[in-house]
């Protein structure tokens, strides 16, 4: 059963910045990238540790010089692209102290724009269908 695309759109941003807030969208993007090792037919994957490493690489450090996005934030929002929006898949590895997920894209980006655009016309025709049971 395919998982409910749950966002808040803000419609004042542009792209994937309109759902979610920038560390978030370079997670996306860093999964969407294409793979730099052989075999090409293995999609990009990533652990939260390297997603962790490339998001803290582009944004600018915080005043206080810390990361901008924490290491509990990219395990966080990892395991809510995975569990609760169905965005990413994973398989499990083991290493030392016990498993860790591997993570890869489990849509490609216009087949998330299409999920997206289902739930915002499923959610309005409710309304609609709401509001002319109202009336």
Same mark, same amino acid.
């Given at each position: 059963? $395919? ?17 979610? $807030? ?9 999964? %969407? ?5 052989? $075999? ?47 965005? %990413? ?23 998330? %724009? ?22």
């Amino acid at each position: 059963m $395919p998982k409910k695309l749950e966002l808040v759109i803000d419609l004042a941003k542009d792209g994937l910045a309109m759902m979610f $807030p920038e560390y978030q969208v370079l997670m996306i993007q860093h999964l %969407w990238k294409s793979p730099d090792t052989i $075999p090409v037919s293995l999609p990009p994957e990533a652990t939260t540790r390297e997603l962790f490493e490339a998001v803290n690489k582009i944004l600018p450090k915080t005043e206080l010089g810390r990361h901008a996005a924490s290491r509990a934030s990219i395990i966080n929002t990892a395991k809510r692209f995975a569990d609760k929006l169905g965005l %990413w898949g994973y398989r499990e590895e083991s290493c030392q102290g016990g498993y860790r997920r591997v993570y890869h894209a489990a849509m490609t980006e216009n087949e998330l %724009w299409m999920k997206i655009s289902e739930s915002v016309n499923e959610k309005i025709s409710g309304i609609i269908l709401l509001n002319a049971q109202i009336k």
